[in-house]
C-alpha cells in the first residue's frame, strides 16, 4: 500500500485565495493535508522493507518443534512408500483416504520429487506436496496432517541434523 504525499498529488501549485481581504482563513495550497483530496501525512509509503532474516539455527529449530508437535498429536503419519502407476488424482485420493480420512488436509513429503505424484496431488485442494530436503515451516503449519515416506524421514535427519 502506498499513500500519496503533499508532493504527490496532482495539483494545487496556486495559492487557492489570496492571503488578506477576504475573510477567510489563509492557504497556501489545495493539496494540504487538511483539505479534501490532499496529500496524507504520515501515510504508509512502497520503500518500506517488511523482510526480516531469521537465522538458521532458530529455522532448525523451529522445524523440529513443528514435527515434534505433529508426532505427539498423532497427525504424523509413516508411510513405507507412495507410488502411483499413473498422474491419476483419484488413485492418490483413495490412499489419503485410508491413510488419513476424507477430506482431510495433508502435507505429503517426497524422498525425490515424483513427477506422477505432484501431478496427482495438484488437483487435491487439501493436499500439498513437499520435498524432504526443503520443507516450508508455514506449509507445515497450514496444513493439519503430516504424510512422510520412511526414504523422506532419512532425507529429512540428513538434511536437517
Not at 11 to 26: E, F, M, V, Y
Not at 66 to 82: R, W
Not at 113 to 134: Q, Y
Request: aromatic share 4%.
Amino acid at each position: 500500500a502506498h499513500a500519496k504525499r503533499r508532493q504527490d498529488v496532482r495539483g494545487g501549485g496556486i495559492k487557492p485565495w489570496r492571503q488578506k481581504g477576504t475573510g477567510r482563513a489563509r492557504h497556501g495550497s489545495i493539496r494540504s493535508p487538511l483539505w479534501k483530496g490532499g496529500g496524507v501525512t504520515f501515510g504508509p509509503t512502497k520503500d518500506r522493507n517488511f523482510k526480516s532474516k531469521v537465522n538458521s539455527k532458530v529455522k532448525k529449530a523451529a522445524l523440529k518443534m513443528v514435527l515434534t508437535n505433529k508426532l505427539a498429536s498423532d497427525h504424523f503419519i509413516l508411510i513405507d512408500k507412495l507410488e502411483l502407476k499413473d498422474s491419476k488424482t483419484k488413485e492418490l485420493q483413495t490412499i489419503l483416504d485410508t491413510v488419513i480420512g476424507k477430506r482431510a488436509k495433508a502435507v505429503v513429503v517426497l524422498s525425490r520429487k515424483s513427477e506422477k505424484l505432484v501431478m496427482a496431488a495438484n488437483n487435491l485442494s487439501g493436499i500439498a506436496t513437499a520435498p524432504a530436503t526443503s520443507l516450508n515451516i508455514l506449509e507445515l503449519l497450514k496444513y493439519p496432517y503430516l504424510v512422510v515416506t520412511t526414504k523422506a524421514i532419512d532425507k529429512i535427519i540428513k538434511t536437517y541434523q
